[in-house]
């Protein structure tokens, strides 16, 4: 059974740090590209960063240089650094996993971040 289940959300304040998990199973992890996705109340689903299965980066403009992805194939876990953490980055914080060339595309169920003085 394939799962991915977020964990590590939570409130913080302006300035703070947090990082997010991703535990996988059910599937070779180390196949799949990893992402994080977030969604503000009634906004639309935004991308937020992508880690490739040799490693490579990209992050969304309004997180770069202050969020890293990270992967550990041996734990089967994919996180999500963030640090100087704004009030805009509010949201449902979600993993995604994707195997390139496949219709195999798996979503974790979110965990809660809020950003609030």
């Known amino acids: 059974q394939v799962q991915l289940v977020e964990s590590g959300g939570g409130l913080v304040q302006p300035g703070e740090s947090l990082r997010l998990s991703c535990a996988a199973s059910?599937?070779?992890?180390?196949?799949?590209?990893l992402k994080w996705f977030r969604q503000a109340p009634g906004k639309a689903r935004e991308w937020v960063a992508t880690?490739?299965?040799?490693?490579?980066?990209s992050y969304a403009a309004s997180v770069k240089g202050r969020f890293t992805i990270s992967r550990d194939n041996a734990k089967n876990t994919v996180y999500l650094q963030m640090g100087s953490l704004k009030v805009d980055d509010t949201a449902v914080y979600h993993c995604?996993?994707?195997?390139?060339?496949?219709?195999?595309?798996?979503w974790g169920q979110g965990t809660q971040v809020t950003v609030s003085s």
């Open positions: 995604n996993a994707v195997w390139i060339g496949t219709n195999a595309d798996f």
């Open positions: 880690i490739g299965t040799a490693g490579s980066t």
């Open positions: 059910g599937f070779i992890f180390s196949n799949y590209v």
